[in-house]
């Protein structure tokens, strides 16, 4: 394949199976118009988490790491009208642009957003939970401490998503000094050896570049 294979590949996929989304086009817009980085989930990435929620029949989504909320309007849209997402944001002015386009989009009635640090608001969603689903993606120093409030705060069954797991191919460099790949890797371990997960992990390949995903589900 030539070297900007997967580019195209990308967009084929994208327009075929994502296809044009006015509202999800506006959020991005603002995230960048309010100098957030552009390091949303890439659309492809953004089905499948709304996908994996409808599979298995989440009604109950904590996300960790809001940003303007794009991966918060796919998963809000996979759950149904009675059912809620909870997603957590440390910077107060990220959390002012998701309201607006979480609203904009007509699914801002389902979405709450906690404003804080996730380690200070997660020992508060005991009376939310149980989580039928978790997608963990902030400060990738953490990913330990949020996949413990993802067993904590789920059941047998719960799907827990970790976005960022392949990091350019840096993840398998056990000599990396990157404290974001260090932490991606603990919490790689934590999947393989706590008893309270089974896990799997993808590379990825899209808009965003080389990355992947880890998927696991709560025993
Ligand atoms: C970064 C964080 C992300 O969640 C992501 O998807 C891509 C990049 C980052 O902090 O560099
Ligand atoms: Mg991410």
């Known amino acids: 394949p030539s070297p900007d ?3 195209r590949v990308d967009s084929y996929l994208t327009e075929l199976l994502v296809g044009a989304d006015p509202v999800l086009d506006a959020a991005v817009r603002e995230q960048h118009a309010a100098g957030m980085p552009a390091i949303e989930v890439a659309p492809v990435n953004g089905k499948f988490l709304n996908l994996l929620a409808r599979i298995s029949g989440a ?14 309007i796919w998963l809000a849209r996979a759950i149904p009208d009675d059912g ?6 440390a910077e107060p002015a990220n959390a002012r642009v998701a309201r607006t386009n979480l609203d904009r989009a007509g699914v801002g009635a389902k979405v709450d957003i906690r404003v804080g640090r996730a380690a200070d608001v997660l020992p508060t969603l005991e009376g939310d939970s149980p989580f039928d689903l978790v997608f963990i993606d902030a400060d990738k120093e953490s990913n330990t401490v949020y ?3 993802a067993a904590r705060l789920g059941r ?16 398998a460099d056990p000599a990396t000094t990157n404290s974001q790949v260090i932490g991606t ?5 934590m999947l393989a050896r706590d008893p309270r997960f089974d896990a799997t ?19």
């Open 147 to 149: 996949l413990d409030w």
């Open 201 to 219: 992990a993808l590379q990825t390949l899209d808009r965003k570049g080389y990355d992947g995903v880890a998927v696991a589900v709560v025993i």
């Open 59 to 72: 009604r109950r989504v904590l996300e960790i790491g809001t940003l303007a909320g794009y991966s918060t």
């Open 84 to 89: 809620h997402v909870i997603t957590i944001e």
């Open 156 to 171: 047998a069954g719960t799907v827990v998503v970790v976005d960022n797991i392949g990091r350019g191919g840096e993840i």
């Open 5 to 7: 294979a997967w580019r």
């Open 185 to 189: 890797q603990r919490g790689l371990e």
